[in-house]
């Protein structure tokens, strides 16, 4: 029975689900968006807001007490200089979660965890459109000889000058020419 359990062991020893959320975490704050399963997703999210709020304060303890989460130097410098001042005045929920479908491979549902105060993709998510204007398209450049050739039938001049369309003859499945048939080797 597991009540009163609230740790998702995502089917891994305990080693290799810390090493893992340590890594996702990482990868989290140096790309600021990542895709992984739904229950991944959120077991990250419990693990790494404690860590984005102990980035607030950049004092030397909460340093190494992040780092002893992290490992990792460049994502430590990341948080605590970029990330930080941007979620300074936030109070908590610095990431969000959102649902992407099922994967291809195994049917497992995807979401997308991103820090929220980061969203380049579409900055306007949340907030009130004030100018929407309705994006046009151009159609493509037409090529010029393309319409000319395709279409235009031949006309040449019969006995008495009269300009006349010699159409091709239409050719029937059955029909084959020479160019048509297969090569003797």
Not at 174 to 183: I, L, N
């Amino acid at each position: 029975m597991r009540h009163g359990n609230k740790v998702n062991k995502l089917g891994r020893t305990a080693s290799h689900r810390k090493a893992m959320l340590s890594n996702m975490t990482n990868s989290l704050i140096l790309h600021k968006r990542i895709t992984t399963t739904v229950a991944k997703a959120k077991a990250l999210r419990v693990y790494a807001e404690p860590l984005l709020t102990k980035s607030k304060n950049d004092t030397t303890h909460s340093r190494r007490t992040v780092f002893s989460y992290l490992r990792d130097k460049e994502a430590l410098k990341e948080l605590f200089g970029v990330i930080a001042e941007k979620i300074a005045t936030r109070p908590g929920g610095y990431t969000r979660i959102l649902k992407v479908g099922t994967r291809a491979g195994d049917n497992a549902e995807m979401a997308m965890i991103e820090l929220v105060d980061f969203n380049e993709l579409n900055p306007s998510f949340g907030k009130k459109k004030a100018d929407a204007k309705s994006k046009t398209r151009r159609a493509g450049k037409k090529k010029e000889g393309a319409v000319a050739t395709a279409e235009v039938p031949e006309i040449t001049a019969d006995t008495e000058g009269d300009a006349v369309l010699a159409e091709k003859p239409k050719r029937t499945k059955k029909e084959k020419t020479e160019d048509d048939a297969p090569a003797a080797e």
